[in-house]
């Protein structure tokens, strides 16, 4: 019995050292994760880490002083640009390696080798988007360029070096729950980061979506509901502006798109995000307090944790710069330095059209075009899983480019796509980084000197907006644009004829852009870049001009402005859609006599149209209008059959003056006629329903629009505990403040030209360190909550004192 007893216990004993060393399922060993000497109990704040520290390393020339702030942003000051990007990626590795490698696991697609065979579809869907073979091809080319590679290798290194001397116990957490490691850095990976930011800005088409409309009603009825320039807009080159040049022709065939598909095209492409934006401006010296421009710069993309954005400060003889970075690559992507600054905003425009292909057999081997059968290039792509197991697809590439669904006997994950369609993306298109562009805007003094860094940017296409100490403002749609007829790739194009293809592009410097306008200042927030005068197409849809609207509307208001009154821009919260529709919707809720209705109609009546924290108004209004527009839409324009809805701005017209169209009655019913009424009503009933079943019933409490649109900042790699929710914040779709449930304002910038030194102001919903257990990896979340912004240490040397700098690393080369 005795050796029974031993034996049983022995068993248990051999059983909890194995499950403590090795990996259970998706769990990495135990043992480890939980040791208290390297396991993740090791990943809190350490006070040794926010001393001075000195260090020796191979790979700097000179010494290079790393001093940090309060918020610990590092200010690098070297005495060379190789040490300086070198240092530049060490330090960025220090806080935020984890997400860097993260990055470009999710653009190579590769996620399945950390979580295994849940991601194998996502990994197979960007695979087949072709990011990791182009920036294998941009990575390969940079090397005959001396600056670019120059920066990269010392980039490269710099993070190698911090790569290098990490153990098992200074591991960020992600590694050791998910039980894996980094691997060295390269070129190659910095270029995957800047294609996952070509997918974030530029990844989606509506093509599939409107052929499928076309199919259903015909040109007539998409030439109505579809129009190519809004009802209400205010584009970014104020409308007047002269288009000095002689634009290139364009040849509009007779065919102008893809034949009659036999069935509804359903496949998983995204639509363009519209809540991926940005709003920036810049004021000219008339309508400043110091007479000199002020520029401010918000973009909006979803909220991480860590931040998407890495500030910091890079100085040398040849640079000297503020603002902030992609984890992942060298240079300053939006910020100032003592002359200019400048910032960025997503164009939007048509770069990605699919072509349906007529492959000669079911093996693709050949494709029609020009009406020969030409060759298709194929690629084996192989998919390491976490457990081992290897899967292989085939990657089909036409002449347009790679075929994004085909039919797969592996997985499912094509099977509502009835034929190949191949894709042509701008993204492929490219054989530089755009690493230049600001390499030499962060040296920038002046405007010429703006003008020539924009030469040296591709895609996806932005708008760079820019102020100098000169007393100089502008702002550029720019980037490699693709010459096309009016509406080409607003459906599904035909891959066999060539005068489907591109034409070209638009010459660089035929790109829309205004210095110095007359009305005193510039800005974007995402709309059309001209009027209809601009001789080019660059799409049909474009962000909503709502936030456009109330941008200019202040800025045209303003005298005398400061930083403050910028910054009171960045947090507006007024809701022009519902400016501009609630007039036609309040007086026929007026016509009803339901009683349960009366309280939420009387808190509309008297809202202000301030999508403020604690607004009811603004809560019943959003979740409204989401309604109406599927009241409207739904019933003809199926989101199940893969249709795309009008606008809101042309749905919004039609209910304005279009009151006894068609299209409010729902087919569905057979035995009634819906008119607008019936659809006004019913849609705003079904609103408090629904309301009142998530929320409870109406109360300030409850239904305060912070507290339902409930604004969060996930983590990265959706790991519970590691994310920010609950942020008490206003804002919206189409407001300035750009808030919604997860995306918003990722970095918010207000700079101040001076003659002699500029002043920062800044914040992101975030903090500078990846690591969950610092106190500086949310530290900031509340302030941006609150709209407000740090003001920004900008040093003119490494041996200026501030009562904001707190530690110094110095690092040296290794002898």
């Avoid at 590769?110 to 849940?118: A, M, N």
């Avoid at 959706?718 to 914040?729: D, E, Q, T, V």
Wanted: overall charge positive.
């Amino acid at each position: 019995m005795r050796f029974i007893k031993h034996f049983w216990s022995y068993l248990v004993m051999v059983g909890l050292i194995y499950l403590l060393h090795n990996p259970i399922g998706m769990l990495p060993p135990l043992g480890r994760l939980f040791s208290p000497f390297e396991g993740f109990l090791q990943n809190s704040t350490n006070k040794s880490t926010l001393l001075d520290q000195n260090l020796d390393l191979e790979g700097v020339k000179e010494e290079v002083k790393v001093i940090y702030d309060v918020n610990q942003v590092p200010h690098i000051f070297a005495n060379n640009e190789d040490d300086l990007y070198f240092a530049q990626g060490y330090v960025m590795a220090k806080d935020r390696i984890w997400q860097m490698e993260f990055y470009t696991m999710v653009a190579a697609g590769r996620l399945t080798e950390i979580v295994g065979e849940r991601a194998l579809e996502y990994d197979r869907y960007n695979r087949r988007l072709g990011m990791a073979r182009a920036a294998a091809k941009i990575a390969e080319n940079l090397k005959s360029d001396p600056i670019s590679s120059k920066i990269l290798d010392a980039y490269t290194n710099g993070v190698n070096s911090y790569i290098a001397q990490i153990d098992y116990k200074n591991l960020p957490v992600e590694y050791k729950i998910l039980g894996y490691k980094p691997t060295a850095w390269s070129p190659y990976k910095t270029i995957l980061m800047l294609m996952n930011m070509r997918n974030t800005l530029n990844g989606g088409s509506d093509d599939f979506r409107m052929s499928n409309v076309v199919d259903e009603y015909g040109l007539d009825t998409v030439k109505d509901l579809f129009p190519n320039y809004p009802a209400e807009e205010s584009p970014i080159i104020p409308v007047g502006t002269p288009w000095n040049f002689k634009p290139l022709p364009v040849t509009t065939p007779s065919k102008v798109m893809a034949g009659k598909n036999d069935d509804k095209v359903i496949v998983k492409i995204p639509s363009p995000a519209p809540e991926i934006g940005s709003n920036n401006w810049a004021v000219g010296g008339a309508k400043s307090a110091t007479g000199l421009p002020i520029l401010s710069n918000d973009p909006h993309l979803g909220l991480t944790l860590p931040s998407i954005w890495y500030q910091m400060q890079l100085s040398c003889p040849t640079v000297n710069v503020y603002g902030v970075a992609l984890p992942g690559c060298p240079g300053i992507v939006i910020g100032y330095n003592k002359d200019i600054a400048w910032g960025v905003t997503n164009v939007g425009s048509d770069v990605m059209d699919f072509y349906k292909i007529r492959f000669n057999n079911p093996e693709k081997t050949h494709y029609m075009y020009n009406n020969k059968w030409t060759p298709t290039t194929k690629y084996t792509e192989e998919f390491r899983l976490k457990s081992g197991k290897i899967v292989k697809d085939t990657l089909i590439y036409t002449h347009h480019g790679p075929v994004v669904y085909n039919e797969s006997k592996e997985s499912n994950f094509n099977k509502n796509a009835p034929a190949g369609h191949a894709m042509r993306w701008i993204a492929l298109e490219t054989s530089g980084s755009d690493l230049m562009i600001f390499y030499y805007l962060n040296r920038a003094k002046n405007y010429d000197d703006y003008r020539k860094a924009l030469t040296f940017y591709t895609a996806p296409a932005q708008n760079f907006i820019f102020a100098s100490n000169q007393n100089d403002i502008a702002i550029t749609p720019n980037g490699k644009l693709p010459l096309k007829w009016k509406e080409q790739g607003k459906f599904i194009l035909d891959g066999s004829m060539p005068e489907h293809d591109w034409q070209g592009w638009i010459p660089a410097e035929q790109n829309p852009t205004v210095k110095n306008p007359p009305r005193g200042f510039v800005s974007s927030a995402n709309q059309f870049s001209a009027d209809p005068t601009y001789p080019y197409y660059l799409g049909w849809k474009f962000a909503a001009p709502n936030r456009a609207v109330r941008i200019n509307e202040r800025l045209t208001a303003m005298k005398n402005a400061n930083a403050d009154s910028l910054r009171s821009i960045l947090n507006d919260n007024y809701n022009v859609a519902a400016r501009r529709i609630l007039p036609t919707l309040l007086p026929i809720l007026e016509t009803s006599k339901d009683a349960s209705i009366a309280p939420a109609r009387e808190i509309m009546k008297k809202w202000d149209l301030m999508n403020n924290p604690d607004a009811v108004g603004a809560t019943i209004y959003e979740r409204w209008v989401k309604e109406l527009e599927n009241w409207i839409w739904e019933d003809e324009f199926p989101s199940k059959q893969f249709m795309l809805h009008p606008t809101e701005d042309r749905t919004f017209e039609m209910i304005k003056k279009q009151s006894t169209a068609k299209w409010f009655d729902n087919k569905n019913t057979k035995d009634k006629v819906e008119t607008i009424n019936d659809i006004v009503l019913g849609s705003f009933k079904a609103t408090l329903d629904s309301l009142t079943l998530h929320n409870g019933p109406l109360t300030p409490e409850t239904w305060a629009w912070a507290k339902v649109k409930n604004t969060s900042i996930s983590h990265l790699g959706k790991i519970p505990g590691f994310a920010r929710s609950g942020i008490m914040n206003g804002g919206g779709r189409g407001i300035v403040n750009a808030t919604t449930e997860s995306t918003g304002p990722s970095w918010r910038m207000v700079i101040e030209l001076d003659k002699d030194w500029p002043r920062g102001y800044g914040l992101y919903p975030g903090g500078q360190s990846g690591n969950v257990g610092s106190k500086y990896y949310d530290n900031m979340v509340d302030k941006w909550a609150a709209g407000k912004l740090d003001t920004l240490v900008f040093m003119k040397n490494k041996d200026e004192k501030s009562a904001k700098l707190t530690r110094t690393m110095t690092i040296k080369p290794k002898k």
